[in-house]
C-alpha cells in the first residue's frame, strides 16, 4: 500500500469517496470529520498552500484540518483543471466545496455538470450567508453570521459587548458540524433511491437553528431577550465563571437543588438567604446578587486546582476552566484518549466513538500534491492525453 492510502475498514465511512474543493475553515473542517471517520477524502489544492488565520501563510503541515486527506493539484481556473475534477466527481460518493454563490458554476464545477457524470453524487455547499437571499454574495465571517442569527448577542457579560466565542459557534458548530450532517442525510438517501443532491449550508441557518431552545423558552415566558439574566448565559450564581486566587477560573455549574446543596456546603455555605432548597430564585435577583458576591468572596480564598481537587469526588459541578494545553493533559481526557499524539503533535482524536467500527487517526496533514499518483490510480482516473467525456467543459473560464 502506498504512503497515505487509507487503511481499509478504517472507521463507519471506510469506502466512502470525497472530493474537498480547497478551502478554509469550515468546509476543510468537515472534510477532516469525514476523514476522521474512515472516508477516502482527496483535497483538492490549487498550486501553491492556501493561507492561515488574518491571511497568514501556514505551513500545511501544521494545518490538522488536513490530517487523514490526500492532496492533488488543480487549478480549476483552466479546462484541464475543471476537466480533472469532474472525473474525481464522476468516481466521488461526495463534493464539498466553499466558494461563494455562482464561483463553482462558473469554474464549470457546480452541480449541473458534476450530476451530469455521476447523478448519485451528494454535492454539499458551504456558505456564510446561503446559496440565496439578499446578503448571499457578500463577504462575511463567522462572527457576522452568529451575530445575524441572534447568537452572538447571547454570549456575554450584561455590562459589555457580546463576547466572541472563537470561531466554534458559527464557522464549526452552525457550519461544518451542519454541512456533515446534510451531506450524511443526503448519502443515506442517495444510496436508497440512487438519486444524489445539492447540500446548502449555510453558518447563518446553522447558528439560527443552534438557538432553537431558547426560542422556545423565550415564547414561553421562560428566557429574557438580553445577556446574563437567564439560568444559562451567566444570570444565575449557580451556572457562572468565577475567578480563584490565582487568577485562574472555576467553571460553576451546580442547577440541580441536590447539586446547589452540595457544593454550598462544601464551599462553607450553610446560611444562604431564602429557602435553602432554592437559593436562586429568578424573581429575586437581589438574593442571586448577594449569593453571588459570597461565592465568589470564597472562591477567591484559594487557588483553582485547590478548588478543583476540593471538589473533584463530588456532584457540585465544579471544574477548572483549562487552556488548550493543560485540556490536552487532563487525566480524565488522558484516560479517555479525547486527544492523541501524531507525528509529534498533540491534538483532539477523532470523535465520536464506534463500537463496531472504530475510527483512527490514519495519517498526518496532507501535503499540497503530494498524492497525485497514488489517488489516480487508486480512483482510476483517466490518462492525462485521454479524450474528455462527452458534456465536459472545454473551458472553465
Known amino acids: 500500500m502506498a504512503a497515505g492510502t487509507p487503511k481499509d475498514g478504517t472507521g463507519?465511512?471506510?469506502?466512502?469517496?470525497?472530493?474537498?474543493?480547497?478551502?478554509?475553515?469550515?468546509?476543510?473542517?468537515?472534510?477532516?470529520?469525514?476523514?476522521?471517520?474512515?472516508a477516502d477524502v482527496v483535497r483538492v489544492d490549487r498550486p501553491g498552500h492556501g493561507p492561515g488565520p488574518d491571511g497568514a501563510r501556514l505551513d500545511p503541515r501544521?494545518?490538522?484540518?488536513?490530517?487523514?486527506?490526500?492532496?492533488?493539484?488543480?487549478d480549476l481556473a483552466t479546462p484541464d483543471g475543471a476537466r480533472t475534477a469532474l472525473d474525481l466527481a464522476a468516481r466521488a460518493d461526495v463534493l464539498i466545496e466553499g466558494f461563494r454563490p455562482g464561483v463553482a458554476e462558473r469554474l464549470g464545477v457546480g452541480p449541473a455538470p458534476c450530476h451530469a457524470r455521476n447523478p448519485r453524487l451528494v454535492y454539499g455547499r458551504m456558505t456564510g450567508w446561503g446559496q440565496d437571499g439578499p446578503l448571499a454574495a457578500r463577504a462575511g465571517h463567522d462572527i457576522g453570521y452568529t451575530a445575524l442569527s441572534g447568537a452572538l448577542g447571547m454570549i456575554g457579560a450584561a455590562d459589555g459587548p457580546p463576547a466572541i466565542p472563537a470561531n466554534l459557534v458559527g464557522d464549526y458548530a452552525g457550519g461544518a458540524l451542519y454541512l456533515v450532517?446534510?451531506?450524511?442525510?443526503?448519502?443515506?438517501h442517495a444510496r436508497a433511491t440512487g438519486h444524489g443532491q445539492v447540500v446548502d449550508a449555510a453558518i447563518v441557518d446553522g447558528a439560527a437553528?443552534?438557538?432553537?431552545?431558547f426560542h422556545g423558552f423565550l415564547a414561553a415566558g421562560l428566557w429574557q431577550d438580553?445577556?446574563?439574566?437567564?439560568?444559562l448565559d451567566g444570570g444565575s450564581p449557580f451556572y457562572a465563571v468565577y475567578t480563584a486566587a490565582d487568577g485562574g477560573h472555576l467553571a460553576?455549574?451546580?442547577?440541580?437543588?441536590?447539586?446547589r446543596a452540595e457544593f454550598l456546603t462544601l464551599l462553607g455555605i450553610t446560611d444562604a438567604p431564602g429557602d435553602p432548597d432554592d437559593p436562586d430564585d429568578p424573581d429575586d435577583p437581589e438574593q442571586a446578587s448577594a449569593l453571588r458576591a459570597r461565592i465568589a468572596a470564597r472562591l477567591a480564598t484559594r487557588d483553582r486546582d485547590a478548588w478543583a481537587a476540593h471538589f473533584a469526588e463530588s456532584d457540585a459541578c465544579v471544574v477548572p476552566v483549562l487552556s488548550l494545553r493543560e485540556a490536552a493533559a487532563h487525566p480524565h481526557l488522558t484516560a479517555r484518549g479525547t486527544f492523541t499524539d501524531h507525528d509529534g503533535v498533540r491534538q483532539p482524536a477523532p470523535a465520536p466513538r464506534f463500537s463496531r467500527t472504530p475510527t483512527a487517526l490514519r495519517h498526518g496533514p496532507a501535503v499540497p500534491g503530494a498524492d497525485a499518483d497514488a489517488v489516480a490510480r487508486d480512483?482510476?482516473?483517466?490518462?492525462?492525453?485521454?479524450?474528455?467525456?462527452?458534456?465536459?467543459?472545454?473551458?472553465a473560464a
Open 181 to 188: 450532517t446534510g451531506v450524511l442525510a443526503a448519502l443515506h
Open 226 to 231: 438580553r445577556r446574563a439574566v437567564n439560568p
Open 12 to 38: 463507519p465511512l471506510a469506502g466512502v469517496r470525497v472530493v474537498e474543493l480547497g478551502g478554509i475553515g469550515p468546509g476543510p473542517f468537515a472534510g477532516m470529520l469525514l476523514a476522521d471517520l474512515g
Open 62 to 74: 501544521a494545518d490538522l484540518t488536513r490530517r487523514g486527506k490526500r492532496s492533488v493539484h488543480l
Open 379 to 395: 480512483w482510476a482516473l483517466p490518462r492525462p492525453d485521454a479524450p474528455p467525456p462527452p458534456g465536459t467543459p472545454t473551458d
Open 252 to 259: 460553576v455549574g451546580p442547577l440541580e437543588p441536590r447539586f
Open 209 to 213: 437553528h443552534l438557538t432553537t431552545l
